[in-house]
């Protein structure tokens, strides 16, 4: 396993039109784990993830990538060089790209290294022979998969993802959840999956922060969380899995 940074936020805050949608929000993410923040519409889990990412200033707090300050309210590393990785729902493919060259996007060196590394994380995920093909060809799924590689091509030790099964078909979703787990578990990242789904947090974690109003209010194992739930609010949240 390689050597995973870990990331931590401490007492992040942001404020719009006066209100703390995020509300000294800390967390901490192991090496090479999957951290589920958990929570239901608009308890502010984007924010914090835009945050981590550097596309957002916080009004307040720290975030630290293998200990290391990348941003307080003074000092800030830019997005590109805190080695995150993202995918977004709506983080959608170049579509004059091909398949290939959108993998190889963001990927520095040489043509043919950039190519090579293209060409074996589409292999991983299953869709070396698209390669030449343009997005439109694919289908929804294909295309997330696509997205996936395209964001551990540059190797981030961190990935930040923020909902990226939610726009799939319910009969896709749980094969690409676990293959998008095992290539993430066999590239070594570190990562912070946002979901208000808790059946998806359950599937994927291994560790699981549970947010409301801008708050953590728990965090653990999921089989803990879900055994133990930190008061009624909480209950009734995970109440609807199967
Ligand atoms: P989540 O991802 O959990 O659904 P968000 O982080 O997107 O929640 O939003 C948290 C809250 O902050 C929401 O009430 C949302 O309306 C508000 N919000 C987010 N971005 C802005 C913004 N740029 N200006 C004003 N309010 C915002
Ligand atoms: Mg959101």
Known sequence: MPNAPRLETRDLVRRFDGTAVVDHVSLSLEP???TCLLGPSGCGKSTTLRMIAGVEMQDSGEIYVDGNLV????????PERRSIGLMFQDFALFPHLSVGENVAFGLKGAGSERKARARALLDRVGLVHYIDE??????????????LARALAPRPRIMLMDEPFSGLDNRLRDGIRDETLDVLKEEGSSVLLVTHE????MRMADEIALMRGGRIVQQGAPYNIYNAPADKEAVAFFSDIN
């Open 32 to 34: 090479g784990n999957v």
């Open 71 to 78: 941003c307080d309210t003074v000092f800030r590393v830019p």
């Open 134 to 147: 343009y997005p439109h060809q694919l289908s929804g799924g294909e295309q997330q998969r696509v997205a």
């Open 198 to 201: 808790p059946e998806e947090a």
